[in-house]
Nanobody, 115 residues
Framework: QVQLVESGGGLVQAGGSLRLSCVASRSLYSFNAMGWYLQAPGKQRDRVATITGGGTTNYADSVKGRFTVSRDSAKNTVYLQMNILKPEDTGVYYC?????????WGQGTQVTVSS
């Protein structure tokens, strides 16, 4: 079972930026894809952005043009750069890793965007 540890959350004003990090306990090459999911208060967990082992990225429509997902394989780390943040981006952000054996989740990091 892989361990995923997120960091970088916090409180920011609308229009501001944050960068989230997700450090995996083993090589990113062992995963088919990794991603970031948001669980807003009272809502289900929704996909925000994903990146495949080949570097292909995919974004939810609500964050296109504002968020960027990237990976640093040398550091076993996936990032989510979040710009032009909006109050509706508030919630707990979870890192996710998938391979043939299943799906792993981190513990989440809280992001709060004030208006």
């Amino acid at each position: 079972q892989v361990q995923l540890v997120e960091s970088g959350g916090g409180l920011v004003q609308a229009g501001g930026s944050l960068r989230l990090s997700c450090v995996a306990s083993r090589s990113l090459y062992s995963f088919n894809a990794m991603g970031w999911y948001l669980q807003a208060p009272g809502k289900q967990r929704d996909r925000v952005a994903t990146i495949t082992g080949g570097g292909t990225t995919n974004y939810a429509d609500s964050v296109k043009g504002r968020f960027t997902v990237s990976r640093d394989s040398a550091k076993n780390t996936v990032y989510l750069q979040m710009n032009i943040l909006k109050p509706e981006d508030t919630g707990v952000y979870y890192c996710n890793a998938e391979n043939l054996f299943g799906t792993s989740w981190g513990q989440g990091t809280q992001v709060t965007v004030s208006s």
